[in-house]
């Protein structure tokens, strides 16, 4: 079973960190794919450069061989300049593992809108959607759709490759890129927010120092 965290990493912390490395090990995850986006397709455009977002992703998981830095978005912008969407990205996972469970991680607050996303029924095609919660957090009304895949059965994940909805909690760090960009610009001092080769890496290249 492949997990995959996507997400524009601008910059990565331990929000993004901690949650990969905990449902690695809860749904026993050969690896965690995060897959920096080239061109989100719902927010403003990242305030970095797609290759830092990736080497700071890079130095960040370099301990930890159960995440991978995965550049599939980033490579195919350079080819078809177009909008980086999930389902083309595990359309091509697919492609390239056709017999593996797929597990699309997603916070809370991107299920909240993932019926927004382009063609999000498909996505149910490629892979399975683990909603990473909060603990106590309940999504207190599903649709149809959504309540035909539903699953409580984590064993349920590995006997299909890709269709059900289940939702999994996470230790909950209240951290986001953009507060953490707002803490640098505000001179203040982001250390245990993110990693400090991170940190070092921003401070090299002077990221994020104006609002
Ligand atoms: P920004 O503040 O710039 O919007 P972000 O911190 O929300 O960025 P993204 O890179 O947009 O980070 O997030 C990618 C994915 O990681 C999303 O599915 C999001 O829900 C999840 N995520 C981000 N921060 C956390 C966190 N602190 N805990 C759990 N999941 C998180």
Redo the contacts with the bound molecule.
């Keep these: 079973m492949i997990g995959i ?6 910059p990565v ?1 331990y ?2 960190l901690r ?1 990969a490395l905990e449902v690695k090990d809860i749904f026993g995850l050969d690896e965690v794919r995060l897959i920096p986006s080239a061109n989100p397709p719902h927010r403003q455009q990242p305030a970095t450069s797609a290759k830092m977002r990736r080497q700071m992703l890079a130095l960040a998981i370099k301990n930890q061989p159960g995440l991978k830095v995965d550049t599939r978005e980033l490579d195919r912008y350079d080819v078809d300049k177009i909008p980086s969407y999930m389902v083309d990205t595990l359309e091509s996972l697919r492609q390239e593992f056709p017999t593996e469970p797929l597990l699309l991680f ?2 809370t ?2 299920f909240k809108y993932l019926t927004g996303w382009h063609q999000w029924q498909r996505l149910f095609d490629y892979a399975h959607i683990v909603v ?1 919660t909060r603990p106590g957090f309940e999504i207190d009304v599903l649709d149809d759709f959504f309540k035909a895949r539903l699953t409580q059965e984590i064993n349920s994940l590995s006997q299909t490759v890709a269709g059900k909805l289940y939702f999994s909690q ?1 230790t ?7 507060a953490i960009r707002g803490i640098i610009a505000d001179k203040q001092n982001p250390v245990f927010l993110l990693p400090d080769a991170v940190i070092e890496y921003i401070k090299q290249h002077k990221l994020y120092e104006t609002h």
């Design positions: 965290l996507g997400g524009t990493f601008d912390h929000g993004h949650s997603i916070g607050d991107a990473m996470v909950q760090l209240d951290i986001s890129a953009t």
